[in-house]
């Protein structure tokens, strides 16, 4: 809105005062408020100036390009041949080059510099399957970005470029965020870069569907395609959160925004730089709302709380003594208040840890003492960083479980995570078992890494895939 327009607003709103009593006006702090006198029908007007938010940060907000090849498994990689035949793997390593069963994608989105090293923030789905990220700064230089870690249950990826003195945008907390409040993106939504759009706060710990590890701001600030990423700020001009997600029936903005709050964000990331993947709580419960009628069943004085309605056998929650039928009311002394509260609240507390929970059962209060387990889903896609697994294969690998590997016949070896780079062009996939590397074989990471790292310009690397195993050559350029 104009100086012009706004004040032309402003008009009316007086001239509508006038007619039911007195008004008075003030500017202060950018902000022009317009207050009705007591007992009229107007009320107290707040416009709120963004233009120094909007120029202050966004030197710090980038464009984020990204591309990579999926699979298309419409189109087999080489027609006539049966998968299952012993030469197809043979053909797709070393033959006939791999096209039509591939497509080239490319995405695009936001973030925002948070060191001033060059370390970004933005969405785990805006490099999803990249073989290259570019970050655009504001002043139109291009970087090629490390993805130091993406982790997709929370959505959030790390990455890095190779740069100093960069701008920085100022992180705050959602912790006194409140409903109603004025709130700020800043992005490149369809490629329009530096586009700011606002609205306020609509709600507050929403629960999304497949999401049970962020509680989600609720905004209905315009977010397009391309803003994923980008910053959402307060009027202090901190950010708050990241804008990840829409709820849209075409595709565009349709009133609805989520982002993820910057706490959940933040931790997320000192994860990955401190010890290269997230660690996350579990319980091993399945839980439920509780509505009136349950509440009433239980006798409960009102719904509130977690419903436990299942206990896995072994997990931390049986070992610790929780029932079926149990109701956790509260977690290291914060209150549950929804059932969709818990999974974050239990995921933020480090495996080994201990929780006390207050829990509602057969009429009363117990306090139990809770020893967190590891999350089992726990996978942090890495790739293309020394930070990350492997900086020159592109692979992110954990150690296999006892189960694992008494599955292929009682021999160590490494677990594909997530693939990229030079391993994902050689045809190495997600769920393969690197067993060794040039005839040595490898047990853990580090020594991976040094096998690697002795290599010139190629490597071998023996996988099992399913019953089979089979001899990659890797080129490391």
């Not at 317009?34 to 202050?56: F, K, Q, T």
């Not at 049970?212 to 307060?234: C, E, K, M, R, W």
């Not at 790739?383 to 294969?393: F, I, N, R």
Request: hydrophobic share 40%.
């Amino acid at each position: 809105m104009t100086t012009a327009m706004l004040k032309k607003t402003l008009i009316v709103a007086v001239v509508t005062a006038a007619l039911s009593g007195a008004y008075s006006i003030a500017v202060k702090g950018g902000v022009w408020n317009v207050y009705a006198a007591p007992g009229s029908v107007a009320a107290a007007v707040a416009l709120p100036d963004m233009s120094e938010i909007v120029a202050r940060n966004s030197p710090a907000v980038v464009n984020i390009s990204m591309s990579g090849k999926v699979k298309n498994p419409n189109v087999p990689d080489f027609p006539g041949l049966d998968p299952n035949d012993p030469f197809y793997e043979f053909f797709r390593h070393f033959g006939i080059p791999q096209q039509r069963g591939e497509q080239r994608v490319r995405g695009q989105g936001s973030g925002f510099i948070v060191r001033e090293d060059g370390v970004i923030l933005t969405n785990a789905h805006v490099i999803d399957g990249a073989d290259e990220v570019i970050v655009r700064l504001n002043d139109k230089r291009e970087f090629k970005a490390k993805v130091l870690g993406a982790d997709k249950a929370t959505d959030v990826a790390v990455l890095k470029i190779e740069a100093r003195s960069l701008p920085t945008v100022k992180l705050g907390s959602t912790a006194n965020t409140r409903v109603g409040e004025w709130v700020l993106a800043i992005g490149s939504p369809f490629g329009f870069e530096s586009s700011a759009s606002a609205g306020i706060v609509s709600a507050k710990s929403r629960s999304l569907p497949d999401d049970n590890y962020v509680p989600f701001i609720q905004t209905d600030v315009a977010v397009n395609p391309g803003n994923s990423g980008g910053p959402l700020f307060n009027m202090a001009g901190e950010v708050i959160g990241i804008n990840s997600q829409i709820y849209s029936r075409t595709g565009g903005y349709q009133g609805l925004s989520f982002a993820i709050p910057i706490d959940v964000a933040m931790s997320i990331q000192d994860q990955i730089m401190k010890h290269g993947k997230v660690q996350r709580g579990r319980l091993g419960v399945s839980i439920q709302e509780v509505n009136q009628s349950l509440a009433e069943s239980f006798g409960l004085s009102k719904p509130a709380g977690a419903l436990i309605s299942s206990v896995e056998s072994g997990s931390p929650a049986a070992k610790a003594g929780l029932e079926s039928g149990d109701v956790i009311l509260a977690v290291n002394g914060k209150e549950i208040q929804s059932s969709n509260e818990l999974p974050p609240i239990i995921a933020n507390i480090r495996p080994g840890e201990t929780a006390k929970l207050q829990i509602w059962r057969k009429g009363s209060t117990r306090d139990i003492e809770v020893k967190v387990g590891g999350a089992k889903d726990e996978k942090t896609a890495s790739a293309d960083g020394k930070e990350t697994t492997q900086s020159k294969l592109g692979l992110a690998l954990r150690t296999l479980t006892p189960e694992e590997t008494r599955q292929i016949g009682g021999k160590g070896g490494l677990v594909v995570e997530n693939v990229s780079g030079a391993a994902a062009k050689a045809g190495i996939r997600r769920g393969d078992v690197v067993l060794s590397v040039n005839g040595e074989p490898v047990a853990n990471v580090e020594q991976l890494r040094a096998l690697v790292a002795k290599a010139s310009k190629r490597v071998a690397l023996l996988i099992q895939r399913g019953d089979a195993k089979l001899f990659v050559p890797v080129d490391l350029g």
